[in-house]
């Protein structure tokens, strides 16, 4: 099973491919992760990425489906999570083609369905462990007083660099520009399938579930 999660800037969609690697064992690629991975890594592609990930903008066609083509080469295991990827029409056709030629297809594009207000509210308020990458937010779920990971124990929290409302702003027009037009575009293939993006958690990954278990 391949599943595209599909939504703007802090609509869960790395929260909810978490919990499906831990659920159904399938593999999430989330080409922001390893855009960040190479900035701080200060690998030549990270430096080259820093500034323009830093003020919102999408990096390059060329960069994020040659990161997604080398990770398909591996293991196939339960299947992929894409994650933040595809995120223009150019990068959907890539990876239709990529698929094919790796002998399998797309099961479902999930679209996480959620209001712009919430939005803003999620990002400015969230952080993660920076050893296991579990999510916290200052208002729903906030760093226990002791500053342990509730999942590690690790005291290591951190909180995005384009998290702040500037970045934000350009992330959430160029999700609309370029990225917004991959609804119709998974519409018209049959693919898309909605799934409230606003409750708990745990009642978002149940509307995903249902989808993926029809
Ligand atoms: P994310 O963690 O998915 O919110 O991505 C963080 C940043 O990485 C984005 O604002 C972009 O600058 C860059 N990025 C991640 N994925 C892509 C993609 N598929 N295409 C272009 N830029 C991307």
Redesign the pocket.
């Known amino acids: 099973m391949n599943i595209i999660l599909l939504g703007p800037?802090g609509a869960g969609?790395?929260t909810q491919a978490r919990k499906l690697v831990e659920e159904r064992g399938m593999i999430q690629l989330?080409?922001?992760?390893m855009?960040?991975e190479a900035k701080s890594s200060g690998t030549e592609m990270g430096n080259k990425?820093a500034a323009?990930?830093d003020a919102?903008?999408?990096?390059t066609?060329e960069i994020?489906i040659g990161l997604i083509e080398e990770k398909l080469e591996g293991d196939h295991g339960g299947g992929f999570i894409f994650?933040?990827?595809?995120?223009?029409l150019a990068?959907a056709d890539a990876l239709g083609d990529l698929l094919s030629k790796h002998g399998t297809a797309l099961t479902a594009v999930i679209a996480m369905e959620v209001n712009d207000d919430a939005l803003v509210e999620r990002i400015t308020a969230r952080s993660t462990c920076g050893n296991c990458g579990e999510g916290y937010n200052d208002i729903s779920k906030p760093i226990p007083a002791d500053q342990k990971c509730i999942k590690c124990g690790a005291s290591d929290f951190k909180r995005r660099a384009?998290d702040n409302e500037d970045s934000l702003r350009t992330?959430l027009m160029?999700y609309y520009k370029k990225t917004s037009p991959l609804l119709g575009y998974y519409h018209a293939k049959g693919d898309l399938k909605w799934v409230p993006g606003l409750g708990e958690i745990a009642d978002v990954a149940a509307g995903i579930n249902k989808v993926l278990d029809a």
């Open positions: 800037p969609k790395g989330s080409t922001g992760d855009l960040r990425v323009v990930m919102g903008e999408l990096v066609d994020v994650d933040g990827f595809p995120r223009t990068q384009d992330r160029e």
